[in-house]
């Protein structure tokens, strides 16, 4: 979708036309951004490393969900509006001192989706492990789908 929508002007039926004369295979790994660009995972471990230091310290309440069928009661930091406005002042005040440039969001948005699909298999496949070898609590459990445990999660 993003190759066909920035480099072929939205244009599906080219892109179907060109996936049938060179094999669909072929043309995804021809126009697939470089996921493993050293800047863009800078900047997405940047992004992870500042929104994990704001859940974990920045002080809120905590809110207790509603019990699992299994009598677990999870808690959380209540902090997701504060943080969201502290990631965009927090970046307003980098771009304004010339410290960071969001244009290169937009320059490497290709490479940050690419980036992301690998982070996600990779997340997906250790929480996969995690809940077969440590599961937090006593509600996790397989459903018997390997793709469904794999995707949805076990913990």
């Not at 066909?4 to 939205?10: A, F, N, S």
């Not at 500042?50 to 930091?77: C, D, I």
């Not at 980036?115 to 997906?124: H, R």
Request: charged share 10%.
């Amino acid at each position: 979708y993003y190759h066909v929508v920035t480099q072929m002007e939205g244009n599906f039926l080219a892109f179907a036309q060109l996936c049938f004369e060179q094999g669909f295979f072929h043309v995804l790994t021809t126009i697939w951004p470089n996921s493993f660009d050293p800047e863009t995972w800078k900047m997405i471990g940047c992004f992870l490393g500042f929104e994990l230091f704001l859940q974990r310290f920045w002080p809120a309440k905590k809110f207790h969900a509603s019990m699992t069928p299994k009598g677990n009661v999870p808690v959380y930091t209540a902090n997701g509006m504060e943080s969201y406005f502290i990631t965009i002042i927090t970046l307003l005040g980098l771009a304004h001192f010339g410290y960071i440039q969001p244009s290169v969001v937009y320059d490497k948005f290709g490479n940050i989706l690419a980036s992301m699909n690998v982070f996600a298999w990779a997340l997906c496949t250790v929480l996969l492990i995690k809940g077969h070898l440590a599961p937090s609590t006593t509600d996790s459990g397989t459903t018997g789908s390997w793709i469904y445990d794999f995707y949805w999660g076990m913990d």
